[in-house]
């Protein structure tokens, strides 16, 4: 557990505060640039997954039954879910229970890159490769990063990006807001807003994706100023402004765990 000076905490707290107003569609951060990958080390996650890619089954995110199909998958949409109990990266079942316990990378000895970065990223939800193929899309829908923890307390978990392989022709909407995602570069993408993604490209797009519960220690890693992740630097320009913007008037939602008054004292987690 890191020790937060008060500034230091303030100055987290106040990321908490601008996920959790954007994530009630109001004013707030939808979209941040946080670290890039060292070119090495890019080349080495990018080899990896191709050879885990090769191996192992992925999950089908448009077929019945898998915990994501709500969100109307459009094309060739693949997902491997790389942090689980059983291995098996076709494994879906514990992406979003917002538990920590149980879980862990089992190709590690093959992937060390991959290992080394899962490694590096406390209190992880999930962990996933994402890819959409030429022409493929996820229809607008809401999640939500505000949650409740098991012992009531209210905070947030939060989705981070790792474009691995992509082109201009995929973008991502975030209420209303249209991004491309570069290579190399670890986003905060606030999934409690509106948000879509499609490949307009002719060839796929291939994503790290993953959930952390934002403990204290999980948001110094990400928004921190101290040495970043092994492989990464901190960006020093974190704002991410849209290429264009989007109107949408239809979309896919869930029930929101938590109401934007109870939101209010919102904090750090604790691990679960």
Same mark, same amino acid.
């Given at each position: ?69 709500? %969100? ?93 392989? %992509? ?49 204290? *220690? ?16 901190? %960006? ?23 109401? *934007? ?12």
């Amino acid at each position: 557990m890191p020790v937060l000076t008060g500034a230091r905490e303030r100055e987290l707290r106040e990321v908490l505060h601008g996920i959790r107003d954007a994530n009630y569609h109001r004013p707030g951060i939808r979209c941040l640039r946080l670290l890039s990958a060292d070119p090495p080390t890019l080349d080495a996650l990018i080899a990896e997954v191709t050879r885990l890619r090769a191996r192992q089954r992925p999950s089908l995110p448009g077929a019945p039954g898998h915990v994501t199909a709500w %969100t109307g998958p459009r094309g060739r949409v693949e997902q491997f879910s790389l942090l689980n109990a059983s291995g098996r990266t076709d494994d879906f079942s514990r992406d979003h229970d917002l538990s920590c316990a149980g879980k862990r990378f089992h190709h590690g000895v093959r992937h060390p890159a991959l290992a080394a970065l899962i490694g590096s990223l406390p209190h992880l939800v999930n962990f996933r490769v994402n890819v959409l193929g030429p022409g493929a899309a996820l229809a607008p829908h809401e999640e939500h990063s505000v949650v409740r923890s098991r012992t009531g307390a209210v905070g947030i978990r939060a989705r981070f990006h790792l474009p691995l392989v %992509t082109q201009p022709g995929a973008t991502l909407l975030l209420d209303g807001d249209v991004h491309h995602l570069r290579a190399g570069t670890v986003y905060l993408v606030n999934h409690g807003c509106v948000h879509a993604a499609e490949n307009g490209g002719t060839a796929e797009r291939i994503h790290l994706v993953w959930d952390m519960l934002l403990t204290a *220690e999980a948001a110094e890693t990400m928004f921190g100023r101290g040495p970043a992740p092994a492989g990464f630097s901190r %960006t020093r320009e974190r704002a991410v402004p849209p290429g264009t913007t989007r109107v949408v008037t239809r979309w896919e939602r869930i029930a929101p765990h938590v109401h *934007e008054s109870a939101a209010r004292d919102i904090g750090f987690l604790s691990a679960q």
